[in-house]
């Protein structure tokens, strides 16, 4: 059953007729406070794009100098506290197959070629903590990689981080744990603080991410309370999660502003999961807005790629959600399991808004499976 808040539902519950499979929460459409959905298939793109990304405005700094590049260190934890630093033209690289690394940059780099900061390390964890501001032209600011069995990653950024350029896909903040292997705990946690600014007119066919983490066996956690915004040709995530093993947990806390403006796909906070037994948590405080030209634009998904036994999704919305979509669909919300005995709840106290086409356009849309319950409040 599908349980939906949008134009259609609200078309619907206005002439008095109910519609199959679709329910109006509340009883009347476009309610205000304390909840608000609104929903349209005219083109406002104006008012979405325009009002969420005027808090978004463009930060492209200088190119920092690599001069103080010899301050940051990386240390493994053995009993020497051996020291690993490697840099070169701005780049910041520390690799490990002996012991757990911790590296501390305070300084800004710059590098053309590969992420401006790549760590990785064979079953082993991962440590970082940036203050620095960073300016990559292609593949990542931060790219956190670990293969293995006990390998969980932790990034710590209050840095802005930038890239501008013809890329195929880019990213701001990477978390790959457990990577080829990972069949025990390998969670990741990423806390960002600083400006993420991306924007690629290369890559029609890849995506671009604000900040994604993956485990292969553990959970996942993000806390962003920084300014996320990804343009590119292809697909924008501006937080995104994946779990890829059963019993993975995602948590993601966003209270900062997130923009995504994809030609193809568009997703402000996007988490996914490709086994069983998952557990999703997701709280939204802030503006997160989700601009696609050609195929969808969603504010918050959470989905499952596998058919299994169950999973769990919690989605709270306390901020405002855009989703804007030229003649494709648009939903603020969509959680779409295709588990049995999937239970999903949503609650929402803040403002949507999705403007898409007008048949598939939907403030909120829960998908159930089986005898699993859906509830929107």
Request: with cysteine; glycine share 12%.
């Amino acid at each position: 059953m599908t349980q939906s808040v949008g134009c259609e539902a609200c078309a619907s519950a206005n002439k008095g007729r109910g519609t199959k499979g679709k329910v109006n929460i509340g009883g009347r459409c476009g309610f205000l406070a304390p909840r608000e959905i609104r929903c349209s298939s005219k083109r406002r793109r104006a008012l979405l794009v325009g009002t969420a990304l005027a808090t978004l405005a463009v930060f492209v700094p200088a190119l920092p100098s690599t001069a103080a590049a010899a301050q940051a260190t990386c240390v493994l934890n053995d009993p020497f506290g051996t020291s690993l630093n490697i840099s070169q033209d701005g780049q910041l690289i520390a690799r490990s197959g002996d012991a757990d690394l911790t590296c501390v940059n305070p300084v800004d780099r710059a590098h053309d070629a590969g992420p401006v900061i790549h760590l990785s390390t064979d079953d082993y964890g991962i440590d970082l903590q940036n203050t620095g501001a960073l300016v990559a032209k292609t593949e990542a600011g931060i790219y956190a990689r670990t293969r293995g069995l006990k390998g969980p990653i932790k990034i710590w950024n209050s840095g802005d981080i930038t890239a501008i350029s013809s890329a195929i896909g880019l990213a701001g903040i990477v978390g790959n744990a457990g990577y080829l292997i990972g069949t025990s705990r390998n969670d990741v946690s990423i806390e960002n603080s600083g400006r993420i600014h991306l924007t690629t007119s290369g890559g029609a066919g890849y995506a671009s991410y604000g900040i994604g983490a993956r485990t292969h066996g553990g959970k996942v956690t993000i806390a962003n309370s920084g300014v996320v915004e990804v343009t590119t040709r292809g697909s924008a995530f501006g937080l995104y999660g994946e779990l890829e093993r059963a019993g993975d947990v995602l948590d993601i806390t966003n209270t900062g502003p997130v923009a995504a403006n994809g030609e193809s796909s568009s997703f402000g906070i996007a988490a996914i999961a490709a086994d069983n037994g998952q557990t999703f948590r997701i709280t939204n405080e802030a503006t997160v807005a989700a601009s696609s030209q050609s195929s969808r634009a969603i504010g918050i998904l959470a989905t499952t790629l596998s058919s299994g036994e169950e999973a769990s999704f919690h989605i709270e919305n306390k901020g405002r959600l855009m989703a804007e979509c030229t003649d494709c669909p648009a939903y603020g919300v969509r959680v779409s399991p295709i588990k049995a005995k999937s239970e999903t709840l949503i609650v929402n106290s803040g403002l949507i808004i999705a403007d898409g086409q007008s048949d598939h356009t939907f403030g909120i849309d829960a998908l159930s499976v089986g005898e699993a319950p859906a509830s929107i409040s």
